[in-house]
């Protein structure tokens, strides 16, 4: 609304300016024309032409570039091995041996690695966590992502326009969005939003918020910070579907630096292409499948419904349906056309066509939700080993780090060497509610294998094997 309240004193002066070259005309005669134009005239077409250029200068939607990233990297004292987290799982669930059975199966085909972390009060035996171990995990995890940022753009705190924080199970008063801007002493006009409950894809539920605010505020600069305090939502019970993120959930948090200035257009390392969000709410199974709840003791967790699978593979074909229109090749839209008519007018019993999205896209950054979230993507886009990498991995060396782990599979794609001028990728982000979200960036330029990060000290151990397993 307030974009087109912006465009109504422009649209009435353009109309204005026409009007008066329309009545120019009318006062002088056709044929003579060339032989009596007045200065009247030339102004007029000048003052018109001027108008429409900025016009369609000022109203073109500004271009969003992603100056750097930077992924927390927990210290390696908070890191719990294979061994560790089934000693802990068998002391605490030492009255439960199914849950203890499932635990150990659970982790033998998980994906994690033996590098991943936790917050310091889970590592109690049994772990008591408070609010000020929550608060000292939420600084060490979003102060050290931003610490890095800066170190890496040079950009001052004071040079921040818009800061947005997303965390969905830790909402402390002040907020986090406080929190950061106490820290680093940003400005007092700096317009902050603080994202709570949107889980897995709230990351790119973040950018499409800096996006949209970018488009009203010029030559600003937008950080968007994505982290998930685990500290307080450690489950304490035993029902199985409600075990299972304790199992997968790991430390981690990126802080991702955007703007709409043109002046960083050879600096930035992406510029963002295409945003895509599908929301699946309005459907019961969809909106039931993740949720936070307490068990029969009171003991609250996260349950993961065993329709979750099905439920994420028709979020992404909504997704898909959007989304293809915008990146697909021609050909490929035609095969997909062709296929869709072929079935619902024709009733031929011909399978669903899926676009070939390697076509389009250079590289693919799945939301590391688990192993079996992969696989199930990897099957259904018909993507090969290295295409699912980078997600792979990063659950391997970080674990699930819920909003933040598409970013840590695009620094493993940097870290690599992979990434080049004019390449395009491809997060894909789930979440509950049930959610479904796309952002498709391009490479504006070299990008040289990184010495710092995340992934500084390991990035020559991957990619590692990973044996083959049955379902669960």
């Known amino acids: 609304m307030l974009n087109s309240a912006n465009q109504v004193p422009k649209l009435l002066i353009i109309t204005l300016i026409l009007a008066i070259s329309i009545q120019t005309f009318k006062q002088s005669p056709y044929d003579h024309l060339l032989n009596h134009l007045s200065l009247i005239h030339i102004l007029s077409f000048t003052l ?6 900025i016009f369609y200068i000022t109203n073109k939607p500004r271009t969003i570039y992603l100056v750097d990233f930077a992924c927390f990297k927990p210290p390696s004292n908070l890191r719990v091995s294979y061994a560790t987290a089934i000693e802990h799982g068998r002391i605490i669930l030492a009255s439960e041996p199914k849950s203890i059975a499932f635990l150990v199966k659970i982790f033998e085909k998980c994906g994690l690695g033996e590098e991943t972390c936790l917050p310091h009060a889970l590592h109690y035996l049994p772990p008591n966590p408070s ?18 940022l800066f170190q890496q753009t040079g950009i001052n705190p004071k040079d921040i326009d818009i800061l947005i924080v997303n965390c969905s199970l830790f909402a402390p008063t002040p907020s986090l969005c406080a929190m950061v801007v106490n820290r680093y002493k940003m400005r007092s006009n700096v317009k902050t939003y603080n994202l709570s409950g949107m889980g897995c894809s709230a990351g790119l539920i973040s ?6 605010l970018l488009q009203v505020h010029p030559e600003s600069y937008a950080v968007v910070i994505s982290t998930e305090i685990l500290t307080p939502n450690s489950y304490r019970g035993k029902e199985r579907s409600m075990l299972l993120p304790n199992f997968l959930f790991r430390m981690g948090g990126a802080a991702i630096l955007l703007t709409n200035k043109r002046s960083q257009r050879k600096h930035a390392k992406y510029s963002l292409l295409h945003m895509v969000r599908t929301h699946k709410g309005p459907e019961d199974k969809s909106y039931r499948c993740v949720t936070q709840k307490e068990d029969k003791e009171g003991n609250v ?7 979750l699978m099905v439920v994420a593979g028709n979020s992404l074909k909504s997704n898909i349906s959007t989304i293809g229109p915008l990146v697909l ?3 490929e839209q035609l095969l997909f056309l062709f296929n869709y008519l072929g079935r619902k007018v024709l009733k031929l019993g011909l399978k669903p066509y899926i676009p070939d999205f390697k076509k389009a896209f250079d590289h693919f950054c799945i939301h590391a939700g688990g192993r079996a979230v992969i696989d199930e993507l990897q099957k259904h886009l018909k993507l090969s080993s290295e295409h699912v990498e980078a ?14 782990s598409l970013w840590y599979e695009l620094g493993y794609i940097e870290a690599k060497g992979r990434m080049k001028k004019g390449d395009r990728v491809w997060q894909i982000g789930f979440g509950s509610g049930f959610k479904c979200n796309s952002a498709v960036w391009e490479c504006n330029r070299e990008i040289e294998a990184t010495k710092d990060g995340a992934w500084a000290d390991c990035i020559h151990r991957y990619p590692v094997n990973e044996p083959e397993i049955e379902k669960l």
Do not use: W, Y
């Open 48 to 53: 018109l032409t001027i108008s429409l250029l």
């Open 131 to 148: 609010m000020m171990d929550a608060k000292d995990e939420s600084q060490l995890v979003i102060f050290s992502a931003m610490d890095s």
């Open 207 to 212: 950018i499409d918020l800096a996006k949209r």
């Open 301 to 307: 967790g996260i349950a993961l419904n065993l329709d």
């Open 329 to 331: 090749p021609a050909m």
């Open 391 to 404: 997600s792979r991995m990063a659950l391997h060396r970080f674990g699930n780090t819920s909003s933040s």
